[in-house]
């Protein structure tokens, strides 16, 4: 079985840009597809801050920027990663559009090409039934923002092969990760422990418990996490949470992942969290301030 040094990307959002940036920054040559100039353009600009940003801060070289740049390649036509053998992807979470995408790959790629979805919600299951190769179909779920986190979940799902998912994990570590072995259980390992968490402080906030930040600051203060809880919302995205939840929700069928009314009419709102410029906290402010949510 070939080495893999080719590799695709879907989507060249927030995380398929930091998927993009790691692979080439890893040496790899990575083509990364998304539906318009714009979009490319976009994702271009985040990487490109984001590697200026280190090179600014002494942690990389700029020829090592400018090398890594150079792995990167852009295209809106899906036909461009026919001879990737690795293709990751990141689009939005919608299992018939990620699935467009997987069986018109199935038809382009090689037979030994691994496909690798980063789904925080959908069931890899799902995705690998709909190509002709579920034996080389994994999960490969990277953390916010992707640059930074050390963590990728490797998703096995009940047709992955050992050999693909050996692959996977040895791919996940080449990129400079810690790649740690997941089922294909809605939530994996950490969404599954981490959401729940997320949203028992919401209901905590709705009973009254404590403030957005006094709850922020006792978690930060009290137990080391790097953000309180609602500090995280916000960074995850309260529409992306609240999405995540509905999932996990009807998978379990458990209160403990129901979203609570809070959060549904903070989705509904538009109150998306930082990306939206407000949330838990308004950003339009510097330091953020808490928002007024009526409560
Ligand atoms: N993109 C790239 N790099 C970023 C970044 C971004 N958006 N934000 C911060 N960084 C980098 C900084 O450049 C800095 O790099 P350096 O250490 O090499 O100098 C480093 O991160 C630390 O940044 P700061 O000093 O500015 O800020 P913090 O110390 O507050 O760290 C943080 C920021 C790394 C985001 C930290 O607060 C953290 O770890 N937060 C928790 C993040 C988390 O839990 N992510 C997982 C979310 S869940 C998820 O993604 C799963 C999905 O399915 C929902």
């Not at 040094?5 to 840009?17: E, I, N, P």
């Not at 890899?124 to 979940?153: Q, S, Y």
Request: proline share 4%; hydrophobic share 45%.
């Amino acid at each position: 079985m070939g080495e893999i040094k080719k590799v695709g990307v879907l989507g060249c959002g927030l995380m398929g840009s930091g998927i993009a940036q790691i692979a080439a920054q890893a040496g790899f040559e990575t083509i990364v597809r998304e539906v318009s100039d714009e979009f490319i353009e976009k994702g271009k600009t985040r990487i490109a801050k984001t590697l200026d940003r280190a090179v600014a801060k002494g942690k990389f070289e700029s020829a090592d920027r400018d090398a890594t740049l150079e792995r990167l390649r852009f295209t809106t036509s899906v036909k461009d990663l026919a001879d990737r053998h690795m293709v990751i992807e990141a689009v939005t979470e919608d299992l018939d559009m990620k699935n467009a995408l997987w069986k018109e790959l199935d038809g382009l790629c090689e037979p030994e090409t691994i496909f690798a979805s980063n789904t925080s919600s959908l069931t890899i299951a799902a995705m690998a039934a709909a190509t002709a190769r579920a034996d080389r179909f994994v999960g490969l779920h990277f953390f916010n923002p992707v640059p930074i986190m050390k963590l990728v979940e490797v998703v096995r799902t009940v047709t992955t092969s050992p050999k693909t998912f050996e692959r996977a994990m040895a791919f996940a570590k080449s990129l400079g990760k810690v790649p740690i072995a997941a089922k294909d259980n809605s939530g994996f390992i950490v969404n599954l422990l981490l959401v729940p968490y997320l949203l028992d402080a919401i209901r905590q906030l709705e009973h009254g418990i404590g403030s957005v930040e006094d709850i922020d600051k006792g978690m930060v203060l009290g137990t080391g996490h790097p953000m309180g809880p609602f500090t995280l919302l916000d960074f995850v995205g309260i529409d992306t949470t609240y999405y995540i939840a509905e999932i996990m929700f009807n998978e379990y069928r458990e209160a403990r992942y129901a979203p609570p009314p809070l959060l549904k009419r903070m989705m509904l709102a538009g109150l998306h969290g930082k990306k939206a410029g407000k949330g838990f906290y308004d950003y339009g402010a510097d330091p953020p301030t808490v928002t007024d949510l009526g409560l």
